[in-house]
Structures are given as C-alpha cells and as structure tokens.
C-alpha cells in the first residue's frame, strides 16, 4: 500500500503533505523529485513531513524538501499550511502549535479566521550566520564581476538576497534569480528575493527559490524583504506584501525581535499513491 498525502498551497506556493506520524516515511531525494515532477508526479514546489517531536518542548517536527529533492530548514508558507494540516487531521486540538526545524523552534498559531500567525523568529544578519562570504557586516553587498547588483542579505532559517527594483513586473526574474544563487558568495545558496516599495507599509515581491526556482509566495522571502526594507529605512514595522500568488501580512518591530507573518493556508485535495516512486 502506499503512502496518503494532502496537497495544499498557501497564496499558490504548493505543497504535497504528509502524515509521516500515522504512516512510516522514508523519503529518498529522487522520491522527493518524482513527486514534486508536475507531468509524472503529484506537482509541487516543496514537500513537507509530519513527524513526531523529538523533544520535550515542542508539539511536532517539520521537515521540508525542495523539488530538487534537497531537505532545507525553512518554509514560512508550509509552516502555515504544517498548521492546519495537523489540526484539520486531529494530530492537535491546539491552536498555538509549537515545531522543530533544522532552524530551530517555530511557533504557529491559528486565528479565528482562518489566517495562520507565524513567529519566524529573529532575522540573522552576521554574514556567517546566513551564510554569506563577506569581511563584515553591511546594509548592502556588492555581488557580480562588475559588481552587477548590490543586496540586503539576511537568513530567515534560510539565506536570502533581496533586490531592490523600480518595478516588479519588468524585473529579470528568470535571469538575475539563478545568476545569484550561482555565485560563490552564498555557500549554501541563496533565495533571491525581488523587492518594489510601493509605500512605507506596502512592497510588491518576486522570489526566485534555492531547488525550486519562481514561485507564486514565499513566506520566509517576505520576511526578509520586509527586514531588509525596515534597515534601508524605507518600511514600517506592519508591511502588506504583495506576491504573485496574493498578500501576506508581515511585522517587524526592529532589532533583536522576531518576525511575524500572517496569511492563509488551503486544502486543495487528499490521495493515495498506490505505487510509491523509486
């Protein structure tokens, strides 16, 4: 028999869920891959897995895989749909869920009207904490031969470079996305992030993703285009973010205080793979 899954999105990022507490889940990156494949596979641009805790503190482990097949340490819009999943499945009775991910504790609350709060913890600015190559710590990095473009740059549980330009649209995405994720300057890659200011509580943003490429949201880009927008000193701490997908709603009140983004999470369909890729 093989393995029941959920599929669900959060502003059109999607994800393939699976219960990996009632079920016993074993996932290879080419499984990861076949699943993630949108002409042979279910679709998707990451898979999560439910686990048990595997300490005391926390409610569940959270465990997320790029379609590349590579298990990164953080996913803001999976955190949302990780939330109502194990509720909608009576995992939990809680409305404040607490998980383990390679990046740490998160902290996951759901509202009364069924947006989900998410606590994305305190950004990391040390360039080695993201990780970044760079001598020290600064507002803007120059990256490229030329250099071709200067970033913010923050890890959010995960690396991100955020670009600042006139008009999301016309923003070369498709070729400035991989450009950067291919420099040697992010040893572990990096998510690259492209941010519009359209007023001091409102951007627009395009994230091209590590394993994943475009995609409609990302949460923990959001996150990072807000933080890297507040120490530019052009946000306020409340941001409307607008993403292909539609708005996630972020709060930072500065230094030393932890990110909080809200935003919904849809259940789309339930299945069953009867035959699981090797």
Not at 56 to 82: L, S, T
Not at 233 to 260: K, M, N
Request: net charge negative; glycine share 12%.
């Amino acid at each position: 028999m093989g393995w029941r899954f959920t599929k669900m999105h959060g502003l059109g990022n999607d994800f393939v869920v699976i219960d990996g507490v009632r079920q016993s889940i074993a996932l290879s990156a080419a499984q990861v891959r076949a699943l993630a494949d949108r002409h042979f596979g279910i679709g998707c641009d990451q898979l999560l897995l439910v686990e048990r805790a595997q300490g005391g503190e926390a409610d569940f482990r959270y465990r997320i895989f790029n379609a590349d097949g590579g298990e990164v340490a953080q996913c803001g819009n999976g955190a949302r749909c990780f939330a109502r999943f194990v509720v909608e499945e009576g995992l939990t009775a809680k409305r404040e869920i607490t998980v383990e991910t390679r990046a740490g504790l998160l902290r996951l609350y759901l509202e009364n009207d069924d947006q989900v709060r998410v606590n994305m913890g305190v950004p990391r600015l040390a360039p080695a904490e993201i990780p970044l190559r760079a001598a020290q710590q600064a507002l803007r990095y120059p990256l490229g031969p030329a250099p071709s473009w200067q970033v913010g740059a923050v890890s959010m549980g995960n690396p991100h470079a955020v670009l600042a330009v006139p008009d999301v649209a016309t923003a070369p995405v498709g070729a400035w996305g991989p450009a950067i994720q291919a420099l040697p300057d992010f040893p572990e890659g990096v998510n690259v992030g492209f941010m519009e200011t359209v007023a001091r509580d409102h951007i627009r943003l395009r994230v091209f993703e590590r394993g994943s490429g475009e995609t409609l949201a990302c949460g923990s880009g959001a996150c990072a285009a807000v933080v890297i927008g507040r120490l530019w000193g052009e946000l306020e701490p409340d941001v409307s973010v607008d993403l292909p997908g539609g708005r996630l709603r972020i709060h930072w009140a500065g230094a030393g205080e932890p990110v909080w983004m809200t935003g919904p999470a849809v259940r789309v369909f339930d299945g069953q793979l009867s035959d699981v890729p090797v």
